[in-house]
């Protein structure tokens, strides 16, 4: 049954592809973006030319702070759907331009839930991250952990809208599914994540910065796992119809239609392990800058994936290996055009 989907952060990574996948499977998509600078506004233009070839995308560039904006397009789009992906990335941009996050991931989330409560949607999804878990040192991450200390203020407003969204699915009855990301990587990337940055520097001959002396892991998420499982999610809209026995893995709130979900695999990587799939791919070495741990950084990510196959069935299962292959060959094809213009 075809579907009407309200995605914020379309021209993004993670927007851009999930936006594609629903379009695919035959639904409608209003997608809402800033087309901010943060990085190279050219890849932002590609994602949106993509979906424009879908009859059934229709675009709408303003701010996440312009609450007559947001509210006039979703108005129309009359979405079965609300998923908000938009915000402003990136952990250590945060320690410079903290203004930033504070507009978007606070001001421009609490204008989605104002909307959410007006328009009455079947149910509201938002991405948070798996960076609110700090330097847990219990592995893996569940979402049961205590999220309390934030390493850096991405995080911090990550968790505060978190806490906003429980607020309102308890006041306003709002179904509310908030998801936990964890690295997430593919084709189409951003060219501030690790890969992107990796391969760019060794086609270029340029060296690559190896933060944490290379000892850090990350639990390595591919984009095409990632909206499979955000597809799947969107189904299961939280209730005590779907309540999960388990109080170890369960989130649902006992006084809000409202659930956190981690996306990840459980399988977490260390970066030297990280840079030597990059080397495979590419078929060279990379010359190597090994630096200390930067401020905000955290030594490793570990999802647990117990809830979401619980809710879903579905745990990612992409290998790093296929992943790694599958952005070099992208990359291959875009690097051309994005270097046209920045």
């Known amino acids: 049954m075809s579907m009407r989907y309200f995605i914020t952060g379309t021209a993004g990574f993670i927007g851009f592809h999930l936006a594609r996948r629903l379009l695919q499977d035959g639904h409608e998509v209003t997608g809402f973006d800033g087309m901010t600078h943060y990085y190279n506004i050219k890849l932002k233009h590609m994602r949106n030319a993509a979906l424009a070839q879908f009859p059934a995308f229709t675009p709408v560039t303003a701010m996440l702070e312009d609450r007559a904006a947001l509210e006039q397009a979703v108005t129309a789009a009359r979405p079965d ?26 001001i421009g989330s609490w204008n989605i839930l104002e909307i959410a409560r007006k328009s009455g949607v079947a149910h509201l999804m938002l991405a948070s991250t798996s960076s609110i878990y700090g330097a847990n040192p219990t592995v893996p991450f569940h979402e049961t952990d205590r999220a309390d200390e934030p390493l850096t203020f991405y995080a911090a407003t990550k968790k505060s809208m978190e806490l906003m969204a429980h607020s309102y699915a308890h006041l306003h009855k709002i179904p509310t599914t908030a998801f936990r990301f964890f690295t997430v990587y593919g084709p189409w990337g951003r060219p501030d994540m690790a890969l ?79 840079v030597e799939t990059v080397e495979k791919a590419l078929g060279q070495p990379a010359r190597r800058v090994m630096l200390p741990m930067q401020q905000g950084d955290v030594p490793r990510t570990y999802a647990s994936p117990d809830l979401l196959r ?3 069935g579905y745990t990612p299962e992409t290998s790093l290996e296929q992943g790694v292959a599958a952005f070099v060959e992208w990359y291959l094809e875009a690097r051309r055009e994005l270097d046209t213009a920045a």
């Open 81 to 106: 759907v609300m998923i908000h992906l938009a915000a402003q990335a990136g952990v250590r941009y945060s320690n410079e331009n903290p203004e930033a996050y504070l507009n978007s991931n606070l």
């Open 196 to 274: 992107f940055k990796f391969v760019k520097n060794m086609l270029e001959g340029q060296p690559i910065e190896i933060y944490g002396e290379g000892k850090m892991s990350r639990d390595f998420t591919y984009i095409d796992d990632l909206v499979e499982a955000v597809v799947r999610l969107s189904a299961v809209v939280p209730g005590e119809s779907n309540r999960i026995a388990s109080e170890k893995v369960e989130t649902l709130s006992h006084q809000a239609p409202f659930r956190i979900v981690n996306i990840g695999g459980g399988q977490p990587i260390s970066l030297l392990d990280f």
């Open 310 to 312: 619980a809710l879903t």
